[in-house]
């Protein structure tokens, strides 16, 4: 099997359980090029696996993913010409110019990519911890079925932090709800697992010291399914789902994403595809913390503030 660098794979249950851990803890398993690309290859690795029957996407240290890496030492040698660049830089849309080298090279590896792994011949199961954010939702939303730990919660800070509409896959209004969606992405707040839970995004909260081994005995329990009964039962819903528009939605937004991107790229004079402070975002670096969304206050960092004060009184 591949020797992996950004990612471990193990199997259980007499290989009938494949797991497959980002194992990047010190970015919080951010996502680099090199570790979707490995990624890639373990899913398909169990998917040509007829052993396997359930696959667990997992992420190492306090949190499942902290999304897009966008500044590890590690990530920017893979994106600039030398020895560290990584070969996918180089295809698929990565020598042409504009608009269309971003479109394609995110077309492939931030979108077609999660396109597929939801659609893996085998069930799917995220295992979650921490905070997710922006683009480690997508990694989740691609599963079949999500399990988290009771500290879970989950946030899109692309809009408050970067100007942008959301993900690449953009699935917000299918596992939220409309309003909820807008609400979460024009705020940048968090929804904890209890919500997400009541919404029906995630199956099971389970203690996070216990995390691991009860999501393998809720794998044992799936796998224990004829595999044909399982695959036509997530057919049958996925199918469902992409004639309620699901498929026609996510190609469309993928669309107003690069949108949104060009319209920075021609804004910032170097360039640069999202918003800056200048444009009313706050600093990545500088920005609030992100806080739950709160049904009763209307600016929980307001209100925060104004306590503070009122106790210095």
């Known amino acids: 099997m591949t020797d992996y660098h950004h990612i471990r794979y193990e199997t259980f249950d007499d290989g009938r359980i494949a797991r497959i851990t980002l194992d990047r803890p010190r970015t919080r398993n951010a996502q680099n090029r090199g570790l979707l690309v490995?990624?890639?290859?373990?899913?398909?690795?169990?998917?040509?696996?007829d052993q396997v029957r359930v696959v667990i996407l997992a992420g190492a240290g306090p949190l499942f993913s902290s999304g897009h890496d966008m500044g590890s030492r590690e990530a920017i040698a893979e994106m600039l010409p030398g020895p560290d660049q990584h070969p996918t830089m180089r295809i698929n849309g990565g020598t042409r110019e504009g608009a269309e080298q971003r479109m394609l090279q995110e077309w492939?590896?931030?979108?077609?990519?999660?396109?597929?792994?939801?659609?893996?011949?085998k069930i799917t199961i995220a295992q979650v911890q921490g905070t997710t954010f922006a683009a480690g939702l997508m990694l989740m939303w691609a599963c079949d079925l999500i399990v988290g730990a009771d500290d879970a919660?989950?946030?899109?800070?692309?809009?408050?932090?970067?100007?942008?509409?959301?993900v690449e896959y953009f699935a917000h209004p299918w596992e939220f709800g409309p309003r909820k969606a807008k609400e979460l992405l024009l705020t940048g707040d968090s929804l904890?697992?209890?919500?997400?839970h009541r919404l029906g995004m995630v199956s099971k909260i389970f203690p996070r010291a216990e995390l691991e081994e009860r999501t393998l005995d809720f794998?044992?329990?799936?796998?224990?399914?004829p595999t044909m009964t399982a695959l036509l039962i997530k057919e049958s819903v996925n199918q469902s789902v992409d004639n309620m528009g699901f498929y026609n939605a996510l190609n469309a937004c993928f669309t107003l994403h690069q949108l949104n991107h060009s319209h920075w790229a021609q804004l910032n004079d170097d360039g640069f595809p999202i918003a800056r402070p200048e444009h009313g975002i706050a600093s990545w670096t500088q920005a609030p913390p992100v806080v739950g969304a709160d049904r009763y206050t209307a600016d929980p960092h307001r209100a925060a503030q104004?306590?503070?004060?009122s106790v210095d009184e």
Do not use: P, S
Request: charged share 35%; hydrophobic share 40%; net charge negative.
């Open 153 to 166: 919660t989950f946030a899109d800070v692309v809009g408050t932090r970067l100007g942008m509409c959301g």
């Open 219 to 225: 794998a044992a329990r799936i796998a224990k399914l």
């Open 108 to 121: 492939h590896y931030y979108f077609e990519n999660n396109k597929r792994w939801r659609n893996l011949r």
């Open 306 to 309: 104004q306590a503070e004060e």
């Open 192 to 196: 904890d697992i209890e919500e997400a």
């Open 38 to 49: 490995e990624l890639d290859d373990a899913f398909r690795v169990a998917e040509a696996d």
